[in-house]
Every structure is written in structure tokens, then in C-alpha cells.
């Protein structure tokens, strides 16, 4: 195992509401970066935090929000469901933000 | 070109078959590669990481062609457990540190 957590493994919401995913990074890694993985796609980057700062963000909208604590742990959040947001997230940690990525088990998110 | 291009799956082989993914990138000057493993409804694992012209690492062995954008997984004496799909992984044009992963390669294993 890796050592990266996230909880909670499943959650289902409806539309229009909100979500706050959480991920806890392996000890020692200072980088979680965030992947939405729909059904038969690959991830997809999200964004990255290194040092509780973002650092490169991919092509989501704004009502995808993060954050990342003292401790390197980290939250990604959705405002404004849609039903296209049903996926898989993951986060993965990384000692920097260029070292190998190490993926968490992710949580699955179904919006109805 | 997409970002990264798999062959489309599932590779159906039997025990004990040589099977061979191919991964296409279209960024040039991207220095590393990745194959990633993922089990049905699980996280992705890193399976190998390829910096030079290949990698070995016992039944499995990455090899890089940055003439033609290709990089190949060939695994070797194929095993139930290799059931999975493999994910080709590239770090991104303007932001090396964000991964771009293909839509992966199913492979499917039978006795």
C-alpha cells in the first residue's frame, strides 16, 4: 500500500449541491495533486498543491476548489453538482511535485 | 494528435502469451514516461517508469522510440494476475509536474 489516504470511499449527492473530498499524502511527501477518473477514461489532472500553495491546474472550472494543509493533507471541493461529475477522484502524493506519484484508493462520487 | 493515444482494448490472451501495448505522445520534449497498472475499481499503481530508450523489470519490459513519439509495455509468460488495464502516462507540455494519462489497455488474462 502507499500510504495515501482519502476518505469517504463512496458519497452520493444531487445536483446543485456541494462536496468536500479529503486525502491524506504518505509521510515525508509535501505534493498532492488531484485526478477525476469517469468510467473507461483515464484520470484526468485536476490541479496540484505543493507547500499548501496550487501549483498548475488543469482544464476544470472554477467550482473545483482545493486546499492543502500544514500537515500536506488536502481537501478538493465541488460546488454546484453535476451529473457529469460522477466519477472516480483521486489524489496522489509525491515527496515534489516532479518525483513519482503515489495514488490514494480514491473516492467514489455518484451524483443523481 | 491526442496528448497520449493507447491501442484500444481488451487484449484477450491466454497463460503463458507474450502481449505487446503500444502509447503514442505528441509532446516531443517530454523526458520521462510511466506505465501505470489499474485493477477494476481500484487505484492506479506505477508499474514502471522510463527515462532512457527502456526498461526491464522481470516479465516486463518499456521501450521508448522518441524518434517516433512511441513508447511499447511488452510483458512476457502472461499470468492470471496481470488481468488489469495498463495506462500509459506522460508528464504534461507546460506543466511537467501534472501526469496525462491515455485511456489505458484492458488486458484480460484466461487460463
Known amino acids: 500500500e502507499t500510504g495515501v489516504t482519502q476518505s469517504p470511499t463512496h458519497l452520493i449527492k444531487t445536483r446543485g449541491q456541494q462536496v468536500t473530498l479529503r486525502c491524506s499524502s504518505q509521510?515525508?511527501?509535501?505534493?498532492v495533486s488531484w485526478y477525476q477518473q469517469a468510467l473507461g477514461q483515464g484520470p484526468q489532472f485536476i490541479f496540484q498543491?505543493?507547500?499548501?500553495?496550487?501549483?498548475g491546474r488543469g482544464n476544470f472550472p472554477p467550482r473545483f476548489s482545493g486546499l492543502q494543509f500544514p500537515n500536506y493533507s488536502s481537501e478538493l471541493n465541488v460546488n454546484a453538482l453535476e451529473l457529469d461529475d460522477s466519477a472516480l477522484y483521486l489524489c496522489?502524493?509525491?515527496?515534489?511535485?516532479?518525483?513519482?506519484?503515489?495514488f490514494g484508493p480514491g473516492t467514489r462520487l455518484t451524483v443523481l | 494528435r491526442k496528448e497520449v493515444e493507447q491501442d484500444p482494448g481488451p487484449f484477450n490472451v491466454p497463460e503463458g502469451a507474450t502481449v505487446a501495448f503500444n502509447c503514442t505522445y505528441s509532446?516531443?520534449?517530454?523526458?520521462?514516461f510511466f506505465w501505470y497498472r489499474q485493477d477494476c475499481r481500484k487505484e492506479p499503481k506505477l508499474l514502471m517508469s522510463?527515462?532512457?530508450s527502456g526498461n526491464e523489470d522481470g516479465r516486463f519490459t518499456a521501450q521508448l522510440n522518441r524518434a517516433s513519439q512511441y513508447i511499447s509495455l511488452l510483458i512476457r509468460d502472461s499470468k492470471l494476475s496481470d488481468s488489469a488495464t495498463y495506462l500509459c502516462?506522460?508528464?504534461?507540455?507546460?506543466?511537467?509536474?501534472?501526469?496525462?494519462f491515455g485511456t489505458g489497455t484492458r488486458l484480460q488474462v484466461f487460463p
Open positions: 496522489a502524493s509525491s515527496t515534489i511535485p516532479s518525483d513519482t506519484q503515489y
Open positions: 509521510s515525508g511527501h509535501n505534493t
Open positions: 498543491y505543493y507547500r499548501e500553495e496550487e501549483n
Open positions: 509532446n516531443s520534449a517530454s523526458q520521462s
Open positions: 522510463v527515462y532512457s
Open positions: 502516462v506522460v508528464p504534461g507540455p507546460y506543466n511537467t509536474d501534472k501526469l496525462i
